[in-house]
């Protein structure tokens, strides 16, 4: 399969597993922002990996609900993508969202001297 098919139909994938992840009754997954971050198919289109992230909640009990819906999603992607084959789903948990803000935190917590005292201490060193 075409490296850029095989894109279009993961980005694809992505936002049809987003709209149907807002349409879950599951009470472990209803009431909590879920993010698709990436969608991963193999080339022959078997198995897919999801990529997902939450802002809240227990990651464990969002695990558990959505690999628990993992046949109800993977039926809604079935009747909404023309594909030959529906890949099987499996979830995985992406920290990179967290990674971010924790490193825009670390990035804003650092103090810069001001301009005019690196000045001041550079004539009187030299």
């Given at each position: 399969?075409?490296?850029y098919?095989?894109?279009?139909i993961?980005?694809?994938?992505?936002k049809e597993?987003?709209?149907?992840l807002?349409?879950v009754k599951?009470?472990?997954?209803?009431g909590?922002?879920i993010?698709?971050?990436?969608?991963?198919?193999?080339a022959?289109l078997?198995?897919a990996?999801?990529y997902?992230?939450?802002?809240s909640?227990?990651?464990?009990?969002i695990?558990q609900?959505?690999?628990?819906?993992?046949?109800?999603i993977?039926t809604?992607?079935?009747?909404r993508?023309?594909?030959?084959?529906t890949?099987?789903?499996?979830?995985?948990?992406?920290h990179?969202?967290?990674h971010?803000?924790?490193i825009?935190?670390?990035l804003s917590?650092i103090?810069?001297?001001e301009?005019?005292e690196?000045?001041q201490?550079?004539?009187?060193n030299?």
């Amino acid at each position: 399969m075409a490296q850029y098919r095989k894109g279009r139909i993961n980005d694809e994938m992505q936002k049809e597993i987003a709209d149907i992840l807002r349409e879950v009754k599951d009470p472990r997954i209803s009431g909590q922002f879920i993010s698709v971050m990436a969608v991963d198919a193999t080339a022959d289109l078997k198995y897919a990996k999801v990529y997902y992230s939450a802002l809240s909640g227990d990651p464990k009990t969002i695990g558990q609900g959505l690999r628990s819906c993992a046949g109800y999603i993977r039926t809604q992607l079935a009747k909404r993508l023309n594909l030959r084959m529906t890949p099987e789903l499996t979830f995985i948990e992406d920290h990179s969202i967290a990674h971010g803000a924790h490193i825009s935190k670390l990035l804003s917590s650092i103090e810069y001297a001001e301009e005019s005292e690196e000045s001041q201490d550079d004539h009187e060193n030299a």
